[in-house]
């Protein structure tokens, strides 16, 4: 969920930079440019090395980001997405705040604002941020925040909202995998299993199908009366994922 929710879209810099995480023995020698462009590099490096799980070194690159210029929003922004990813919450709280300050209408930032509230128990509040990231008509995106914003409102049982959201993920992006999968989902508690087949096929087509896809899969072939094809998604759920929640819901025959 993670790499699909959370934007780690950074400005690049105008200078071409050596790859640190491809290439352990890069190394960057005498800084030059302004301190927007010196903080823009080390939020890149940043970005580079949290995506790499490297976050020791993802929070010295910020540090030298934020002594290079404080003002710089993304630098913040980062600095809330590494925050959360240690489950320092107050930390990262304070840093998605700043960085809002610092660029209110920046997409990135609210989105991973958001996404952070709804992680945080604060589903409902988190909406509001999604909506502000889609307001921006730059954002490159907004399918993303419509579907993290279904997402969370999901988590409050509020399956026509969420619908809602999906359905405009998907118009803007018909092959967003988590509206896709999410929408098969409400689809199919709504008794429409004709459509919901159609949206968890799309989805297991475009990612490798996961544990919750495959037994979604299962149930609407069982429901359609399609004995092979159940059991062919059946093999494979038990095949791929047998320590999954779902498949122990296979073996239990725990369809609904």
């Known amino acids: ?5 959370l934007l780690v879209l950074l400005a690049g810099c105008a200078t071409q930079k050596p790859d640190p995480i491809h290439d352990p023995g890069a190394v960057i020698i005498g800084e030059v440019g302004d301190p927007r462009n010196r903080a823009k590099l080390h939020t890149e490096l940043a970005s580079l090395y949290y995506s790499a799980g490297n976050y020791g070194v993802a929070l010295d690159e910020l540090r030298m980001a934020q002594t ?8 913040h922004g980062m600095f809330g997405l590494l925050y959360m990813e240690l489950k320092e919450n107050s930390r990262a709280e304070e840093s998605f705040e700043r960085a809002l300050r610092l660029s209110p209408n920046d997409s990135d930032i609210n989105h991973n604002y958001g996404w952070f509230l709804c992680q945080t128990g604060r589903e409902p509040e988190s909406i509001k941020y999604f909506l502000q990231a889609i307001r921006n008509p730059l954002y490159p995106a907004p399918w993303r925040s419509y579907s993290a914003a279904g997402v969370c409102t999901l988590k409050t049982k509020q399956a026509k909202d969420a619908e809602a959201f999906f359905e405009r993920a998907l118009k803007l992006e018909p092959d967003e995998p ?3 999968l999410n929408l098969g989902q409400i689809r199919y508690r709504q008794g429409n299993v004709g459509e919901a087949r159609k949206l968890v096929a799309r989805h297991n087509k475009l990612v490798t199908p996961s544990a919750e896809s495959l037994w979604l899969a299962v149930r609407i072939e069982r429901r359609l009366g399609e004995r092979l094809q159940e059991q062919a998604f059946a093999n494979q759920l038990r095949r791929r994922y047998p320590d999954s929640a779902e498949n122990r819901a296979l073996q239990r025959g725990q369809y609904e």
């Open 178 to 180: 988590e509206s896709l």
């Open 1 to 5: 969920m993670r790499g699909l929710l």
């Open 68 to 75: 290079a210029d404080s003002n710089y929003a993304p630098t």
